[in-house]
């Protein structure tokens, strides 16, 4: 507020979001003034494909939601980046580093012990699976975070031990945090400090089928058998030089991974037993295609006693017909990865299967953007008071 009291305020047309329920989304045409770039911003990464749109885990997919954070952030009327952290290359200036970056007037990088939060007021934590605790528990506590890694996504700390194969390392933080799918729970954001983002595959699962399994709400889906195949673009797999993600590994083939073990399956396993209000178990085989980037959900449930397909669309039509981001395709209309590229939108159709008492339900998003960078400032704007749009209303990339 004093910096906005001493500074030129711009007045600036958006459109903004009003939360009346954690269900309903209204915009409406309104004027916000705050100065131009007043929310200051530290983007801590180490050097993949999301820091920069912002996240690099083990396997450096940190760097990638790194860099399209930043990209993201270059179009934010409100948030500018005061310090970037990035290790391995601290003392090199973004440009140098990633060139399609060179334009933008940013600090140079700097390793995140050197970093001085004194300037900052809101963190993207794009660091490494198993760092990220100890690194957001050093930090002032008056910061606002998100943080990309799944450090802080499994709410049960033995959970999080099982699967990631080490102790957390900052339990009272964790019972603090609060999970990141913004349409699902948008009010426990928006009071949060701490916002564990999700994970890609999570993300485009869970928005469909949340709404559907909710007991309290819908109960139009059986929560037994749940098949969920899921595919990738490359970027999901990070920017490591590994053997399976060479060019001559992955073109021209699909890759399956991850079979009956992969990371994300407890926390979508999570989500939905908190909606059913019951235990449920999925069927989750995740595939990387030859393809730079985007991702698609093919889920295959059970219907209710008594439910038809075009129950789960009227549902799913109703749940989300105030959202911007979350759109339900028309009747028989199928979705595709290139219609969502390079946006924050999920796009989602149901239709019959040919076995009685079945549906098949289709889900794509950008994995680098509605399924990491994108949500993650989509989740800081609900924190910071900003209608969450704000910077986020690209079109998609087509051709």
């Keep these: 507020m004093d910096r906005a009291k001493s500074s030129k ?11 009346f329920t954690p269900q309903s989304l209204q915009y409406e045409k309104t004027k916000v003034q705050m100065p131009e770039k007043s929310v200051r911003i530290g983007v801590l990464g180490a050097s993949g494909y999301t820091g920069s749109e912002v996240s690099l885990s083990r396997n450096q997919q940190d760097f990638v939601f790194f860099l399209l954070i930043v990209r993201l952030l270059a179009n934010h009327p409100y948030f500018g ?12 200036s973004i440009g140098s580093v990633f060139p399609h970056l060179a334009t933008q007037h940013l600090p140079d990088m700097i390793a995140v012990n050197d970093a001085d939060f004194s300037n900052v007021d809101a963190v993207f934590c794009c660091l490494p699976h198993g760092t990220t605790q100890e690194i957001i528990k050093a930090l002032p506590k008056g910061l606002k975070i998100v943080d990309l890694s799944a450090d802080f996504r499994l709410r049960d700390i033995d959970d999080y031990e099982k699967w990631y194969g080490q102790p957390h390392r900052a339990p009272e933080l964790q019972r603090e945090a609060v999970y990141g799918l913004t349409e699902i729970y948008r009010t426990d954001i928006k009071d949060a400090r701490l916002v564990a983002n999700p994970g890609c595959y999570p993300t485009s699962i869970q928005l ?7 007991v309290c709400m819908a109960n139009l889906i059986r929560s037994e058998n749940i098949i969920i195949d899921a595919k990738s673009g490359v970027s999901g797999a990070g920017r490591g030089a590994k053997e399976a993600n060479l060019y001559t590994e992955i073109a021209e083939g699909i890759h399956s991974y991850g079979i009956t073990g992969h990371r994300h399956v407890p926390e979508i396993e999570q989500g939905l037993a908190e909606a059913a209000n ?3 178990t999925v069927s989750f085989t995740p595939h990387l295609m030859p393809m730079s980037r985007g991702m698609q959900s093919s889920i295959y449930v059970e219907l209710a006693p008594g439910a038809s397909v075009e129950d789960l669309r009227q549902h799913l039509k109703v749940f989300y017909e105030n959202e911007e981001f979350v759109v339900l ?3 028989k209309e199928v979705p595709h990865t290139r219609h969502v590229r390079g ?15 079945r ?5 794509v998003i950008d994995n680098l953007v509605k399924g990491a960078s994108g949500q993650a400032l989509q989740n800081l704007n609900l924190m910071m008071g900003i209608p969450e749009n704000t910077g986020l209303t690209y079109l998609p990339l087509f051709p």
């Design 278 to 280: 019951s235990k449920v």
């Design 329 to 331: 395709g028309k009747e």
């Design 81 to 92: 980046i005061t310090v970037l952290t990035a290790d391995r290359k601290a003392g090199q």
């Design 359 to 363: 549906a098949i339900i289709l889900s």
């Design 9 to 19: 305020a711009r007045k600036v047309c958006v459109c903004k979001s009003v939360a």
């Design 208 to 214: 469909p089928l949340v709404p559907l399994i909710k």
């Design 343 to 357: 946006s924050n939108y999920c796009i989602m159709n149901v239709f019959p299967d040919r076995i009685t008492g």
